[in-house]
């Protein structure tokens, strides 16, 4: 039995319940998030923040770290105010956005979903690099970036 969940035989009391829940959106971030809760209930090590935090350091940082080398000397006040910047925005988005309501609404609105295999778990932990490896390629394609080794 949840905790959180008042059961009643009351028709009205039901009804009002029903009312007053909040109706989320759910992205695929919300998604991983979730599957980021079951891997780690399975196999330890793993959560949804780590996973969300994961694909954003792998999809939206490090792409964006390899633009800002080019006009912006390394380790620069500027460079270390964009990765902090990043590793901030992350972190508060997640701790805000996914409180105990909105974890036991995913959890509520997932809890039929498919359960992922091994094989399954290892694509979606390594969608990232190839992800970040296309990134980088279309910049060095585009000229936002310099990759020597590709233009050899």
């Known amino acids: 039995m949840n905790k959180g969940i008042k059961k009643t035989d009351n028709d009205f009391e039901r009804v009002k319940q029903r009312a007053n829940r909040t109706n ?4 695929f971030f919300d998604y991983l998030y979730f599957k ?3 891997l780690g209930k399975k196999i330890g090590r793993m959560s949804g923040f780590i996973l969300l935090f994961w694909y954003w350091w792998w999809i939206v940082v490090l ?5 800002l080398i080019n006009s912006v000397p390394q380790w620069s006040s500027l460079h270390l105010s964009y990765l902090g910047a990043m ?6 988005f997640i701790i805000a956005r996914y409180r105990k309501a909105r974890v036991q609404a995913l959890l509520n609105r997932y809890r039929r979903s498919k359960h992922i295999s091994a094989v399954q778990a290892y694509f979606l932990f390594l969608l990232p690099f190839v992800l970040f490896f296309l990134e980088t390629w279309l910049f060095d394609e585009w000229g936002w970036t310099d990759c020597v080794r590709w233009n050899k």
Not at 24 to 27: E, K, L, Q, S, V
């Open 24 to 27: 989320y959106r759910y992205y």
């Open 36 to 38: 980021g809760e079951v």
């Open 63 to 67: 792409p964006g770290n390899f633009l």
């Open 87 to 92: 590793f901030l925005l992350i972190c508060v």
